[in-house]
């Protein structure tokens, strides 16, 4: 979800979808959390459901989705709300022209004067090695697929005001790599999501791929498992008092980043970890993601309750 200077582009669109989601009622759907190899998360479904022709290319300058695309969507809730209504119900609709096959979700929620926006974002985009093709598509229009997959993500953000982030992260861009075409940028930004993951587990704990805080937008985010509207709340909880720790130290692990890789050996990471309250680690106690080779023999992992 790209943003200019903080600012989420997240256009209102589309009230017929938002009759549809006004309509549900959050109920435990039939489902199970997992991971692919490359940390994406998706929701594996008990049935199939298919997904039509969606158009490639969108003008950036078009702010409102092409009614093919609303079609679409429609389409996809009306086979997969029934399992995931739990997921959906009380957002509305949005959509951002630069991600034309996403559809999104989202709700802005207030705790202790403290915006935040809930935002959810159904990834409805062609998978070769993944989805079963019913119809082929064309330079234009991704094919007709059946799949049982949901790919999303589910991100908390903290809002100044309207849908503008609460930055808090200063660069992470750290320098180059390589010479002439083959020159790439090193960035810790994932050095940093490590960080801010692994010191609120308890020592030893493994919960990889799955990075409950990291950082979006320049932001500290939250991106919780229980995907439901009762962990909502509960979701809003966790980040403010995550934040309330790291912030006022986010200069000093930046620095301590930006001159040294990640590792629980590192002497701040020891000194935050003896600093934050121990309580901390039974949110996350009960949580292991097991991994698995799916049917393409790609390592997969799936979250399991314990």
Not at 12 to 28: K, T
Not at 100 to 118: D, G
Not at 268 to 283: C, P, T
């Amino acid at each position: 979800m790209d943003q200019s200077g903080g600012q989420i582009i997240l256009n209102a669109a589309a009230p017929q979808i938002g009759d549809r989601l006004s309509g549900l009622r959050s109920a435990e759907g039939s489902y199970s959390r997992r991971f692919t190899q490359s940390e994406e998360f998706f929701l594996e479904l008990a049935k199939h459901y298919e997904v039509p022709p969606i158009a490639i290319h969108h003008d950036v300058n078009r702010s409102q989705p092409a009614a093919g695309f609303l079609d679409a969507v429609s389409l996809v809730l009306d086979q997969i709300t029934p399992e995931i209504a739990e997921m959906l119900c009380d957002l509305q609709f949005g959509f951002n022209p630069l991600h034309p096959a996403s559809a999104l979700f989202y709700r802005v929620l207030l705790h202790n004067h403290q915006r935040f926006l809930y935002l959810v974002t159904l990834d409805l985009s062609y998978r070769p090695l993944l989805h079963q093709v019913i119809e082929q598509g064309s330079n234009d229009v991704a094919p007709r697929y059946r799949t049982n997959r949901v790919f999303c993500a589910v991100d908390l953000i903290p809002l100044r005001e309207g849908l503008l982030v609460e930055q808090s992260i200063s660069q992470t861009w750290i320098g180059e790599t390589g010479r002439g075409y083959i020159t790439q940028g090193i960035w810790i930004d994932q050095d940093l999501n490590k960080f801010l993951t692994k010191l609120f587990l308890a020592p030893g704990q493994r919960i990889y791929p799955y990075y409950p805080f990291h950082t979006k937008f320049k932001a500290i985010c939250f991106s919780p498992l229980d995907v439901s509207a009762a962990f909502r709340e509960r979701s809003v909880e966790l980040l403010c008092a995550a934040r309330a720790f790291l912030l006022p130290r986010i200069d000093d692990i930046l620095e301590t980043l930006k001159a040294r890789p990640f590792s629980e050996e590192l002497p701040l990471f020891g000194q935050l970890r003896q600093q934050l309250d121990a309580g901390w680690h039974s949110v996350w106690s009960g949580i292991r993601l097991r991994p698995y080779l799916n049917e393409q023999d790609m390592k997969e992992y799936i979250v399991e309750w314990q």
